[in-house]
DNA sequence: CCGGCACATGTTATCGATCACATCGCGTTG
DNA sequence: CAACGCGATGTGATCGATAACATGTGCCGG
């Protein structure tokens, strides 16, 4: 920096305010300055300057399990929305979203001096971590616990749940079964209450939820049992991998989809077209998503107060070719 | 730091030396200064340490697209192996691999000061920008070029390919033919040239390559070209999610996998195994190549000299049901 | 009994930025 | 026309760690 301001004929602190935009530059000094910069091929040193203001242009993203379609697909969103507003993201993955893990997870990134930290916190277990975490530092949470008063963006879970439940109703069945995801995460709960308030919004027999975790091989087990009971036409799974899963148990056992049972999934993962038949789902919008963790995110940054605000996007439903009218019509 | 120190009675070097493991401190000083600092909470700045030594505990990775299996298995792997090493990893997602994205993501992490750099340059157009680049700073790439002289971290395509197609040979059938992923993917071209390799060694008739990218959508319509074709009886998808699309393509032309045609995938995606049916195919070791290029990223900073090592790994078949003898024995 | 040499510890400079305050012109105003 | 204010710029302190060197102790051998 020094060198720069030496070729530029200037002091280093007028180098520092051309390079934060400050107003009070003269145009020509602040052209000259850029110059010299370049000439020199001159960048500025980000550990100084984080060391300087306490903050560094970092953003600390906890997730769980980022092998999976939908939380990786949300990590490179977000990861791009930052980029373009000038900042790194730094991932810190945990096998287990306990207290202790998200804990330290948590400090860890602190250590770092982290601008802002998002949580994707889809599970119950999140929770308590959440809350006895410094309330100081820039936080924004993404699946969390939506009765908890914190910075929150999520996907209407339950109104994609009855959007599907109820493409299925409207397609003549006379009611539509549940396979759904472990009961401790909140995208769980949401597409069970979805599902539930459809069918007794449209005054239909609610059938018992069939409790499966979120794997093709549970989706399996489940489209197993399911595929023997004849009563069963409809059935919305709480995933597409679950519902893989019982495409294939159905196709096992002679039942034809969508001819004798209809399926319908959630995520839209990209390969839901390939299905054996083409999956109909719904689909969350992930970068809508991060776009709006990071607004708000940068918002409680430059405000400087953790706010609790809260932003809810709505899925969408694809249609594809897996529901058809039952047999008997 | 200089609150430990006075706690601890000693000057803040002592904190330190203890801090960085330095042998020469009493045990009992040392113990003082353990204490002082879990007391007060102390955590080190690591901004203030990474400016004096000019290198952050950071990673860079950049990475093309990492919502696909693959590249995502292996971004949470390493992540993983980084955290146990006591490193932090930044993502720089780019949206294409040619020398200007990478040079701008590789720039941004150098602004960053990391410690390293990890590549995973899978295709042709990396090949260039990797050339490029300053010489000076410890860099790994991932499925590079397996001909260019740099440090390098793959997955065995062509023994991967040879296994695969040895062992739809072995089940009877007279050719395998191949559906490729795009031909500027190293990945892919080793693939064409171990199934290529196996068909010659068993003295067999090469058909030629069924050209396709990596998703589903272009398996589809590969497979349908191929289901069209009787003497098709044995294919040997380049992915997993090409498989399920040639999996579709039969299904709907009334081609039985396996009775009528055997499919082989490769990358082995947790879904495949609720394919209907059940898909045989390749699993390559992320995990592994995760730890290898953690170690070897390591030694390049510990020696200070970014060495031209390379480390293969080798991937696994596994045996599931897409796999029979020919219908004509 | 003293020089020397390890080991334990302290002192001071340093990394590269920003911050707070000082200074210098120069146009405006009463 | 002197006082003032403000825009443009410079000066020195500061953030929190490590590096290099200095100092103080105790033990050993000659």
Do not use: C
């Amino acid at each position: 920096m020094t060198d720069v301001a030496r070729l530029a004929g200037v002091s280093h602190q007028t180098v520092s305010r051309v390079l934060n935009g400050h107003p009070n530059v003269r145009e020509q000094t602040r052209n000259r300055v850029r110059a010299a910069i370049s000439e020199l091929g001159y960048r500025p040193n980000r550990a100084a300057k984080a060391l300087v203001t306490g903050r560094s242009q970092v953003l600390g993203v906890v997730a769980q399990n980022s092998t999976l379609y939908g939380p990786a697909s949300l990590l490179v969103a977000f990861e791009h929305a930052a980029a373009e507003a000038g900042f790194t993201v730094s991932v810190g993955n945990v096998s287990v979203l306990d207290r202790h893990s998200i804990g330290r997870a948590v400090e860890q990134h602190l250590d770092q001096r982290v601008a802002g930290i998002v949580v994707i916190a889809p599970v119950e277990s999140a929770n308590e971590a959440l809350e006895h975490l410094p309330a100081d530092v820039p936080l924004v949470t993404i699946d969390g616990d939506p009765s908890r008063p914190a910075a929150l963006v999520t996907v209407d879970q339950a109104a994609g749940a009855r959007d599907a439940t109820k493409f299925l109703l409207d397609a003549g069945h006379s009611t539509v079964w549940h396979v759904s995801g472990p009961n401790d995460w909140f995208d769980s709960t949401g597409r069970v209450q979805g599902w539930r308030d459809a069918l007794t919004a449209a005054g239909v027999e609610v059938p018992p939820v069939v409790p499966a975790d979120w794997t093709a091989a549970s989706g399996y087990r489940a489209g197993q049992m399911l595929a023997r009971m004849p009563e069963v036409t409809a059935v919305f799974a709480a995933n597409d991998h679950l519902a893989l899963g019982i495409l294939r148990a159905m196709s096992e056992r002679g039942r034809r989809v969508p001819e004798d049972v209809s399926v319908v999934g959630f995520d839209d993962v990209p390969e839901a077209a390939y299905f054996i038949p083409p999956l109909t789902t719904i689909r969350p919008d992930f970068e809508a998503v991060a776009r709006a963790t990071l607004a708000m995110l940068l918002g409680q940054i430059e405000s400087g107060t953790p706010t609790a605000t809260r932003h809810t996007i709505a899925p969408e439903l694809v249609v594809r070719d897996s529901v058809a009218p039952p047999a008997g019509r």
